[in-house]
Each structure stands twice: as structure tokens, then as C-alpha cells.
């Protein structure tokens, strides 16, 4: 099968990665020196999955080195930049293709079925870790969870429905664990709810989520950016895996946080680092969503603004 990654940074990498070395014909978009070091020595992945060594494997630090006609292309891109990837997957994609969306955050959905359509696309729900150590290296580090591939809303006609389930075959049959569901957007909407909860606010005090759960301060920050996205998802009509926000948050703090307790945001290291963060793709988002649904987000909406504050800085002192 021809399958293109686009945006293969740490967890793109591993997914063209392990595609690549189960027998597939892999294309891997990314940052130029990353992908200078795969061509000259070879992809390594190593980690909690073993250690891997990937050289049959292709490499573009430029779209124009793609060539159309894929099977499959996975999305591994920021959320801020699926708007400009997305009409290069549709231009990309080959007539029985399938694009899957391996992102964080909300609202890649609605990008993805407006330049490709709906039917052509998956989400999916990811849930390990994996960092680029050096250029040409990538860890996996935890893996909380099989990856879930699933369709987005609406009526897939049934070859659709098995382009998807076979994509996960594939995926899982790689290496990597991960499995189809029908309910994937409960999924999708479990990883926001956890990390809207913990990456900004760890991200503007500069702590893990550890240091988060044990403040009663920070705690009911936490609450009630949690309880505002249960109201956003009832007024939506969006299924959760939770009735009642109190049911989540019992969950959240008794099994989710304390095996990340040590866990740096992402966000954090994306401020640090003087990068952009996805604030607009997961409290950001709630705002939105809620503002359209008549539904009050003000923690949500000042947590957001914060971030972007901190963005417009490091932009300014650049």
C-alpha cells in the first residue's frame, strides 16, 4: 500500500515508521533536517516498542516531492496547520483513498470534509508519546491506550466504513496497537476534556499535571473548565463517555491524572520553546463552539486568552 505522512515529526515518524518496516510504500513529509538524517542513515525508533531501524523508507522536506496516487495518507500535522495540509492530502489522494486524522484538538474534522469530504475521511484518537530525540531518532516513551480510527459524523456508505476498519488492521498489524470504533468522536472528545483541563493551565504556571491535581486552587480552575465543556457538548448534542461533568472529574482525578503526574504539558514546552501552541484547537475551540451554541465558557475563554497572550510575547521578543 502507498501511504504518505504528513508532517512527520515524533509521532508521524513512528506511524510511517513501523508502516514502513511491515512491507508498505511510505512517503514521509517533514522538517528538513529530520528528514536529511532518515535519508542519509535511516528512520531509528526506539522506546517502550523496541528498537527499530527503518532505511527503505522515502523521504520530502517539500510537498512538490510527492508524487499523487496514495492509499493512504495519515495527517500528523499541528491543528493550526491542517487548514494549509489539507487540499495537499485531497490533491494527493488516490481514488479509493482514505486520509486519517491523527490530531489533537477540535475542528480538523470540519477542515478535512470541506476540502476532501467527509466520506473520504477518519479521525483518530492518539494516545502514546513519542519525541524527536536527534534528527533521524524518535522515542516512543508511554502508551496509555490503543489508537482509534473511526469515520467522522454523518452517512458512510459501507465501503467507506471498511476503508477505515482496515486501516486500523494495518496499523495495528505495524506494531502499533490500535483498533476501529464507530464511536470514535467520544474518544476524540475524552483526550480534550483531559487536555484542556491540564496543559494550558500547567503550560501558564509553568508545572506538571502532578503539581495541578494537588492544589486545591488549581483544582477548581479545573473544575470548572470541565464542567463548561460538558455543557458545550450537551448543548452540541456530542455523546460522551460521562452522563455528568462530577462523573468525569471523580475519573479524571482518581485514575487519568496520577499516572501522568510527572508529565510536563506539551504546551509548556511549546511556550518555552517560543512556538505556537493549539490553545485555539482545544479551550479556544470550547469558546467557539460554545459562543455558537448560546452556552458561557468564561474559564475556558480566559484560560485561552492567557496563552495567547504568551504567545503574542514570545512573537514580540523574537
Known sequence: MRIAVLGAGANGSVFGGFLAKAGHEVSLLGRKKHMDAVKKGGLRIEGIWGEHLISHIKTADDESLLQPG????????????????APLAAKLLGKQGLVVSLQNGLGNEEILAREIGGEKCALGRVIFGAEVTAPGRVKVTVCA???????????????????????????????????????????????????????????????????????PYARKIMDQMVREIFAVAEALGVELFWSRAEDYLREFYGNLLPPTKDHRPSMLQDIERGRRTEIDYLNGKIVEYGRGAGVDTPVNCCIADLVRFLEEKNLKNR
Open 70 to 85: 496514495y492509499d493512504l495518507i495519515l495527517i500528523t500535522v499541528k491543528s493550526y496547520d491542517t487548514e494549509s495540509m
Open 145 to 215: 491506550d490503543d489508537v482509534v480510527l473511526g469515520p467522522i459524523k454523518g452517512d458512510y456508505p459501507g465501503e467507506c466504513l471498511k476503508r477505515i476498519e482496515k486501516a486500523a488492521s494495518l496499523i495495528n498489524e505495524a506494531g502499533i496497537p490500535c483498533r476501529y470504533s464507530g464511536e470514535v468522536h467520544k474518544y476524540i472528545w475524552a483526550k480534550v476534556l483531559y487536555n484542556c483541563a491540564l496543559n494550558p493551565l500547567g503550560a501558564l504556571l509553568g508545572v506538571n499535571y502532578g503539581t495541578l491535581g494537588d492544589s
